[in-house]
């Protein structure tokens, strides 16, 4: 719809795969190395890791490329889209800093496609770990992201829509029915 902030902490192995993709809301009507309906994911570039975040709204599908996040430790990635905020309006902040925005138009395309929190397929494969998997029906301000970005969520925040904290669970916290299960070759550590 008009809004929406997706956050994760991550800690890539070195050398994951390129095309590393964290969290994606897929949408069959995507081109397959294009973002889906919404997509946290990291990228390699010049010798360095970097994230980046894409979604699908109903004027296309728009990536912003992002700042440098280091492999082998934990970074928090999030992004941000408000329909209705005009200029820079799809940001993505790396560890609690602006790294990049852009100015998008359209409301967003999630389209009934799976969440998928990890690798899509094997040629976009994430390798590391993932956690505290944040999914809201609203674009959080900086200030209210970095107020929460250290520490677990009681599942019942105002917009919260999912939340996955992966403490040996993939239940939903919020109660609203968005359990995972596990898929690949995943575990709890």
């Known amino acids: 719809s008009d809004q929406i902030t997706l956050e994760a902490w991550i800690k890539p192995d070195p050398g994951t795969e390129r095309n590393s ?4 809301k897929e949408d069959v009507q995507s081109y397959i190395y294009g973002p889906k309906a919404y997509q946290l994911a990291t990228h390699d570039y010049a010798n360095g890791r970097y994230a980046n975040t894409g979604i699908r709204t109903t004027t296309g599908e728009y990536v912003n490329w992002g700042g440098e996040i280091k492999e082998g430790e934990w970074n928090h990635i999030a992004m941000t889209y408000n329909s209705l905020a005009g200029e820079n309006n799809f940001i993505l902040y790396v560890n609690g800093q602006l790294s990049t925005s852009m100015t998008v138009t359209g409301e967003l395309v ?3 496609g799976e969440l998928i929190i990890g690798p899509v397929r094997e040629v ?6 993932i956690d505290e998997v944040r999914i809201w029906d609203r674009a959080l301000p900086l200030d209210m992201i970095l107020s929460r970005m250290y520490r677990e969520l009681d599942g019942d925040e105002l917009g919260l829509m999912a939340y996955y904290n992966f403490n040996n669970t993939t239940k939903d916290i919020t109660g609203l029915g968005n359990d995972g299960i596990l898929a690949y070759r995943e575990e709890f550590v």
């Open 21 to 24: 993709r964290i969290v994606t």
């Open 110 to 112: 999630a389209g009934d």
């Open 124 to 129: 976009e494969g994430f390798n590391g770990l």
